[in-house]
């Protein structure tokens, strides 16, 4: 597996690019929010108002799920990036779109409360 990394670097560098981002922005909800304590803003919606409140055991769901689903769509790419280079590149960009998305929500988290 390693020997596939190093072989397919760009796929393998845009999938760590995504983990980076969803776990650093879990670290960083986790800094900023410990000290707030129960209840957590989890959904806010302008219409609604707030939709669901937490703690940081769901942002700690949320950052686990993150970083199972950004480690398997990284196998899976290269997987792919093996048999034909468009889909393994494709998934590979959808994974660093999905870890955009997730620090993206760990960032309104942290504004919202």
């Known amino acids: 597996m390693i020997k596939k990394f190093l072989k397919f670097r760009a796929v393998s560098l845009v999938c760590a690019a995504g983990l980076v981002l969803v776990l650093s922005g879990f670290f960083w909800a986790y800094i900023s929010l410990r000290q707030v304590g ?48 468009f889909w393994g590149k494709l998934l590979a960009s959808a994974t660093l779109l999905f870890g955009i998305l997730i620090f993206i929500y760990f960032a309104a988290i942290i504004s919202v409360n």
């Open 38 to 85: 129960w209840p957590i803003v989890v959904h806010f919606n302008n219409l609604a108002g707030i939709n669901q409140i937490g703690g940081i055991s769901e942002l700690l769901y949320v950052g686990i799920t993150g970083t199972v689903v950004v480690l398997v769509n990284s196998f899976i790419s290269l997987e792919l990036e093996e048999r034909d280079g």
